[in-house]
């Protein structure tokens, strides 16, 4: 019995599946990588069902898709990072389930472009998203998750949050306004929430869900409230200007791709 024993721990330790040893990260099953064409405009990331495509981007970009961190949050590296583009095509062997696909793409980035980086909680100017002076006013919270925002016929901005936390809002508002937004509400749970609000002329331009910008509003539009008065008025919710805390990838190296 303890002969039998022996030998199927030991057929089970040659399998690797002993408990506690860690599974090889998922990878894809093909790639190409090659420069993009001079003078391409556009570009962006197409994700299928087992297969990414990502056109005429940068390696700093493609590492924004990798560890789903926007581009303040990449530091380090050399002009060539931001400068050339590629196109990349990665097929998987099945479906991608939740976000598996950027382990594989950081896998991929670390194989074909040597690409090492290390994390770094920086503090960066931006706002921090809290509660306002008389409480919040968030609606009862609803399991029907999606993020929206368009422009009103007023040229107002209309932003509608379903099934979003406090920290989903907060990246959401970051990405509109080009600002650094973190959340220090406490607040736990997800809500549905909508506001709109006039667009800060001297901001960055706003993007739809596509990534094409938004067209500027009518030249006799009426101005809604801003973001800052929106936010308090419908929301109870206000943000702070102050240092606030950022997580960062920091690019320790990185060279042009090996060839297919």
């Given at each position: 019995?303890?002969?039998?024993?022996?030998?199927?721990?030991?057929?089970?330790?040659?399998?690797?599946?002993?408990?506690?040893?860690?599974?090889?990260?998922?990878?894809?099953?093909?790639?190409?990588?090659?420069?993009?064409?001079?003078?391409?405009?556009?570009?962006?990331?197409?994700?299928?069902?087992?297969?990414?495509?990502?056109?005429?981007?940068?390696?700093?970009?493609?590492?924004?898709?990798?560890?789903?961190?926007?581009?303040?949050?990449?530091?380090?590296?050399?002009?060539?990072?931001?400068?050339?583009?590629?196109?990349?095509?990665?097929?998987?062997?099945?479906?991608?389930?939740?976000?598996?696909?950027?382990?594989?793409?950081?896998?991929?980035?670390?194989?074909?472009?040597?690409?090492?980086?290390?994390?770094?909680?920086?503090?960066?100017?931006?706002?921090?998203?809290?509660?306002?002076?008389?409480?919040?006013?968030?609606?009862?919270?609803?399991?029907?998750?999606?993020?929206?925002?368009?422009?009103?016929?007023?040229?107002?901005?209309?932003?509608?949050?379903?099934?979003?936390?406090?920290?989903?809002?907060?990246?959401?508002?970051?990405s509109m306004l080009g600002a650094i937004i973190v959340d220090q509400t406490g607040i736990e749970g997800r809500f549905n929430v909508s506001l709109e609000y006039a667009p800060d002329p001297n901001s960055?331009?706003?993007?739809?869900?596509?990534?094409?910008?938004?067209?500027?509003?009518?030249?006799?539009?009426?101005?809604?409230?801003?973001?800052?008065?929106?936010?308090?008025?419908?929301?109870?919710?206000?943000?702070?200007?102050?240092?606030?805390?950022?997580?960062?990838?920091?690019?320790?190296?990185?060279?042009?791709?090996?060839?297919?």
């Amino acid at each position: 019995m303890r002969h039998a024993l022996r030998n199927t721990l030991s057929l089970v330790a040659c399998l690797g599946i002993v408990r506690g040893q860690p599974s090889a990260p998922p990878a894809f099953e093909a790639a190409s990588i090659k420069p993009s064409s001079p003078g391409k405009v556009g570009g962006g990331i197409n994700v299928l069902h087992s297969r990414i495509r990502i056109v005429n981007s940068s390696l700093k970009f493609c590492i924004q898709v990798a560890w789903n961190v926007k581009d303040f949050q990449v530091s380090g590296g050399t002009g060539w990072m931001d400068s050339d583009r590629y196109e990349i095509d990665a097929v998987a062997t099945a479906p991608f389930q939740g976000g598996e696909y950027r382990t594989m793409l950081q896998s991929l980035l670390a194989d074909r472009f040597g690409l090492a980086i290390h994390r770094e909680t920086h503090e960066k100017p931006g706002y921090a998203l809290v509660v306002g002076r008389n409480g919040p006013k968030l609606p009862p919270p609803i399991e029907d998750p999606s993020f929206t925002f368009r422009r009103t016929p007023s040229g107002d901005i209309s932003l509608t949050a379903r099934s979003a936390s406090m920290s989903q809002l907060a990246g959401g508002l970051s990405s509109m306004l080009g600002a650094i937004i973190v959340d220090q509400t406490g607040i736990e749970g997800r809500f549905n929430v909508s506001l709109e609000y006039a667009p800060d002329p001297n901001s960055q331009p706003l993007v739809s869900k596509s990534g094409a910008p938004l067209p500027p509003p009518p030249a006799d539009a009426a101005s809604g409230p801003s973001i800052f008065n929106a936010l308090q008025e419908k929301l109870g919710l206000k943000l702070e200007a102050r240092k606030v805390p950022v997580g960062v990838i920091v690019i320790d190296r990185a060279s042009r791709p090996t060839a297919n």
